[in-house]
T-cell receptor, first 116, second 113 residues
């Protein structure tokens, strides 16, 4: 069975600093995807970034990058130059790249607070 | 833009009532999901569906059932609501291939009294 672990329930960071949110996963699938989502206090889930298990390069999307270490089963999210608007819950998720189904499993989340 | 719409933002129901949570997506996605979100537990998968009339149990299906009669609509049913089903419920949809993100609805905060 898939499992996602986010070990940081909460993090506090000064504005403009970089921040790393940890995510480890456990899956028996050979081919899978890793996702990060942001959930502001308004409640909607916003997709941030995706990494495929066979992608050789780490994914980047603007200020977001994914530090993917396959051997360690780690998929940490790095936010550069943090902003006040980055304060939110962040969820890591994993899903198999199978034909016919994509069962997404989420971690417990990390609440990030950016201080001015 | 992909839209996933949940029928209610807030819902209050009595113990023992049958509750329907409706979700509609407008992008012809094959996969649809129902999650519940509780503080400290993150999102837990209740059921998912990869085709019309097809469904699979997630991690916490007990006390819930689902219905997918049309591709765009995925309903979550609480046959007899209980207070421990008070939670935020999130619906999501995605394309069949495993390389694309899921799109979420705005959530339904259900309170069972």
């Amino acid at each position: 069975a898939q499992k996602i672990t986010q070990t940081q329930p909460g993090m506090f960071v000064q504005e403009k600093e970089a921040v790393t949110l940890d995510c480890t996963y456990d899956t028996s699938d050979q081919s899978y995807g890793l996702f990060w989502y942001k959930q502001p206090s308004s409640g909607e889930m916003i997709f941030l970034i995706y990494q495929g298990s066979y992608d050789e390069q780490n994914a980047t999307e603007g200020r977001y990058s994914l530090n993917f270490q396959k051997a360690r089963k780690s998929a940490n999210l790095v936010i550069s130059a943090s902003q006040l608007g980055d304060s939110a819950m962040y969820f890591c998720a994993n899903g198999p790249r199978l034909q016919g189904a994509q069962k997404l499993v989420f971690g417990q989340g990390t609440r990030l607070t950016i201080n001015p | 833009d992909v839209k996933v719409t949940q029928s209610s933002r807030y819902l209050v129901k009595r113990t023992g009532e049958k509750v329907f949570l409706e979700c509609v997506q407008d992008m012809d996605h094959e996969n649809m999901f129902w999650y519940r979100q509780d503080p400290g537990l993150g999102l837990r998968l209740i059921y998912f569906s990869y085709d019309v009339k097809m469904k699979e149990k997630g991690d916490i299906p007990e006390g819930y059932s689902v219905s997918r009669e049309k591709k765009e609509r995925f309903s979550l049913i609480l046959e007899s609501a209980s207070t421990n089903q008070t939670s935020m419920y999130l619906c999501a949809s995605s394309l069949l291939a495993g390389t694309t993100e899921a799109f979420f609805g705005q959530g339904t905060r259900l309170t069972v009294v």
